[in-house]
């Protein structure tokens, strides 16, 4: 039999190699010499050195020993070497995916190897943050840095260069990120196919989030973060669609059964805005032919000789891909805040910015499929409903604030939610709102809060059937802006005065309700829930125990069948004031403003909902100034 010593040094030996799958010999973890099954000692002639051993000296046991060991190491090598052609992989737990050590720089979002390093623009004067990563965690102290040799940012981004050796970093302008500036962090939609589009949606069709393409479980794939010309794709350390193989339209790879595939992304599209001549974003992809400031100057032609010598005009040698040619048409080929012309002011050559509309990003999100099935929904993540609000009220006699309906935001500084939770009538002061909150009572990374400068409940408000169940709230800011737009605060679509859903249509309605009726507290986390419309024939009083139901009204509910019927979706306490939305032209459209119900999930019982068609005028009547 070995030694306890003599198989430590076996094990000590196999710590060096791979355990591979097919190392079923032996594997010197301390698996002893009785192990080894009988058709493979008979292979490596371990029998007969065995047999040998009893009647033996010491002094010959241990040559013996020896030159078994020198046979063992030998055939361990021949089984070893076969098992390694045919099982190169690492052994790991079954079902669980491979595992490598990475470090998340959370203040630049990018994902970075083991002893990887990287500057971040953290300037302080002439020097910058050097990190690299440790055991998983990012490790950082600042370095002196000088201005770059040459030009490396995009974007009107300033490039700095460690001191001491070759490593650089970008200080990008407002809107851009990524190692050279390369991300359009406003873009909201892609133009044409998306070959250009360098924004920052990050979740395929099927609601699956995209993987870095840096990561290395994309290094024999034909499109990843570290080719030669990844920064020219638009490729790199981020998980953001792209196209750069010119498909149909921008897409990543996700992981999903078991496997890393391609898969198209939820990107909105630019071509589908109503208004087909208006910029997104800053407008750096703007390709339209409006041609007036907005002082109603007439923009110069780019090919004017008046520009000689000014940077940009249409005898740069990009100018093609700016957009700059023979016309006068308004473009941002410097990543200024919108589109821009030169024009001619009292005979002085300026610039002005253009009298371009907006394109509407309202009912656009960045939907994640819930993971989390609970009692009347699912949890959700605040990205895939950004229009919805939380607000709070001043506690009247102790200190403190408690939350009190759902909002709905419709305009940089107006929301609509519910006239029923006014009614204690709280002065303005008393209430606050939060947008860009996933967890009801945590404070969010990106959350933005304001105060209330006046509420308008309906006139002709009914708390006794709820109808007219209507209310604005305007956000309270020194400027004309309010809400800033970002992944978890935007708008939703108002609908048109006229649409007409089909019955049963699908919808969602979010919100930070009761889990249930019973339900001693709200949820802790934002809840989304999916419902059909109902037919107006189903929405009557005979439906909802007598209750009056009114034309500014309408009915929607969980109409499934058979499995789990205690757990039908609904709205429930607390929810009260949160949007009702449709799909429409590839936005999210408010159709309902969550109002009242009998119970919560109860089977053929629907929610109530106030009909927003009805009340487009009065919401635009007490939104002027």
């Not at 009056?548 to 757990?567: E, K, P, V, Y």
Request: hydrophobic share 30%.
């Amino acid at each position: 039999m070995w030694s306890i010593q003599t198989v430590e040094y076996y094990s000590a030996l196999k710590k060096k190699e791979i355990l591979t799958h097919a190392t079923t010999w032996i594997n010197f973890e301390g698996i002893m010499l009785s192990e080894i099954s009988q058709s493979q000692k008979d292979k490596c002639c371990v029998t007969p050195l065995l047999g040998e051993f009893k009647g033996r000296s010491e002094e010959m046991k241990n040559k013996m020993k020896r030159e078994l060991l020198c046979v063992l190491l030998l055939c361990g090598a021949l089984f070893i070497l076969p098992s390694q052609e045919t099982h190169t992989h690492t052994l790991f737990r079954r079902g669980a995916r491979s595992y490598r050590v990475t470090c998340r720089d959370e203040k630049t979002q990018m994902t970075y190897r083991q002893h990887e390093s990287w500057l971040r623009p953290m300037l302080r004067g002439n020097r910058v943050e050097y990190c690299w990563c440790d055991s998983g965690r990012p490790q950082c102290h600042s370095v002196p840095v000088k201005g770059c040799s040459e030009p490396r940012c995009f974007n009107g981004g300033t490039c700095w260069q460690a001191l001491y050796f070759s490593d650089f970093v970008c200080q990008c302008p407002e809107g851009f990120v990524g190692k050279r500036c390369e991300i359009d962090a406003s873009a909201t939609c892609y133009e044409d196919q998306g070959v250009t589009y360098r924004g920052t949606w990050s979740t395929a069709e099927s609601g699956s989030e995209c993987v870095n393409w840096n990561s290395s479980v994309l290094a024999l794939k034909p499109y990843n973060g570290r080719r030669p010309d990844a920064i020219r794709l638009g490729l790199g350390n981020h998980n953001y669609c792209r196209n750069p193989d010119q498909d149909s339209k921008p897409w990543c790879y996700v992981f999903k059964a078991g496997k890393y595939s391609s898969e198209p992304c939820s990107t909105p599209s630019c071509s589908k805005e109503k208004n087909g001549d208006c910029y997104t974003g800053r407008g750096l992809a703007y390709r339209g032919t409006h041609s007036l400031t907005t002082s109603g100057s007439s923009c110069l032609q780019w090919n004017s000789m008046t520009l000689i010598g000014k940077v940009y005009t249409a005898w740069m040698t990009n100018a093609q891909a700016l957009g700059l040619g023979k016309h006068n048409y308004c473009r941002n080929p410097d990543g200024d805040a919108k589109p821009w012309c030169h024009v001619l002011k009292d005979r002085k050559l300026t610039w002005e910015y253009c009298d371009v509309p907006q394109c509407s990003t309202c009912g656009l999100r960045q939907y994640t499929q819930p993971q989390f099935r609970i009692k009347g929904g699912l949890y959700a993540d605040i990205a895939s409903h950004p229009w919805q609000a939380a607000i709070f009220a001043k506690n009247r006699k102790t200190p403190g604030e408690r939350f009190l309906c759902g909002g709905i935001l419709i305009s940089s500084c107006w929301l609509l939610s519910a006239a029923h939770c006014f009614q204690e009538r709280f002065p303005p002061h008393h209430l606050k709102v939060v947008l860009g909150r996933t967890y009801r009572l945590v404070p969010g990374e990106e959350e933005q809060k304001f105060e209330v400068e006046k509420y308008i409940v309906h006139q002709e408000f009914d708390d006794d059937t709820y109808d007219n169940d209507i209310a604005l709230l305007q956000l309270k800011s020194d400027s004309m802006q309010c809400a800033q737009e970002s992944d978890t605060v935007r708008t939703v679509c108002l609908p048109e005065a006229d649409l007409q859903l089909p019955d049963w249509t699908e919808c969602e309605l979010s919100g930070y309700g009761k889990h249930e009726a019973t339900s001693p507290f709200y949820s802790e986390r934002l809840k989304e829930a999916h419902v059909r419309l109902y037919p107006a024939s189903r929405c009557t009083s005979q439906y909802l125990s007598n209750r009056t139901i009114t034309d500014n009204m309408l009915c929607a509910g969980d109409t499934r069948t058979g499995g789990n019927q205690a757990n039908l979706h609904d709205a429930c306490q607390g929810d009260s004031g949160g949007p009702l939305v449709c799909m429409q032209d590839n936005h999210m459209t408010l159709v309902g403003i969550i109002s009242w119900g009998l119970g919560c999930g109860r089977k053929d019982v629907p929610g109530v909902y106030t009909k927003v068609t009805n009340y487009l005028a009065w919401i635009q009547d007490n939104m002027r100034p």
